[in-house]
């Protein structure tokens, strides 16, 4: 059981997150919800239908969230909010279990266009990287800890006579280094 300290953190950090999160019962009635949402929707949802707070409708949204977790007893992601058509809104829903059964779910969104600019930035690192390595006149090659090569740069490939494609699909970097030449080098590397 928690203290009334931890559920007062717990209260406290579920309403510090700047995401809806809403609690919802079986009868799609929301229970509780945190002030983000109560603040971002300008009103309290407590007590209401959720198809009826959060998009105005009569009866339970198509594709209902809530639906398939209660179906299923797993949690569903929708990649966007088909309510609103929002391309750069995901709604999550999870289950809360008591007894092993779903007592209630637990809703919340996710905003997407952060994660896109976040991507956009890492295509953009990583076409500078990948552009930058095979320009290098010399040799540069990595590998997991398995031995996998995953780059091997055009320099590389005319020092070692491996073409990019043969070692980036079939070649261990094992069979680059002469005979035990990989682990010596490993062994280097980890110390």
């Known amino acids: 059981m928690r203290t009334e300290i931890e559920k007062e ?12 999160l809403i609690v919802i019962s079986r009868e799609f ?3 509780t919800a945190n002030q983000y949402t109560t603040e971002k929707r300008r009103n309290n949802v407590v007590g209401m239908l959720c198809h009826k707070a959060l998009y105005n409708l009569e ?11 209660i179906e299923t007893g797993k949690p569903f992601a929708r990649k966007r909010d088909m309510q609103l058509l929002n391309p750069e809104k995901q ?6 279990f008591c007894n092993g059964e779903i007592e209630a779910l637990v ?3 996710y905003d997407l266009s952060q994660l896109s600019k ?23 090659i ?9 780059i091997f740069n055009d320099a590389a490939a005319e020092i070692t006579g491996h073409s990019v494609n043969e070692a980036l699909s079939h070649l261990n970097i094992r ?8 682990y010596d080098v490993m062994k280097e590397l980890r110390s």
């Open 9 to 20: 953190y717990l209260i406290k950090a579920v309403d510090s997150l700047r995401r809806e």
């Open 91 to 96: 709604i999550s829903c999870l289950p809360v």
């Open 118 to 140: 976040l991507e956009d930035q890492l295509k953009r690192s990583n076409a500078f990287l990948i552009n930058m390595l095979q320009s290098a006149v010399d040799g540069v």
């Open 142 to 150: 990595a590998a997991d800890m398995t031995g996998k090569i995953f």
């Open 175 to 182: 069979d680059i280094y002469p005979e035990g030449g990989a």
């Open 59 to 69: 009866t339970p949204c198509k594709d209902c969230p809530i639906s398939a977790v």
């Open 107 to 109: 809703m919340v969104d």
């Open 29 to 31: 009635k929301i229970l």
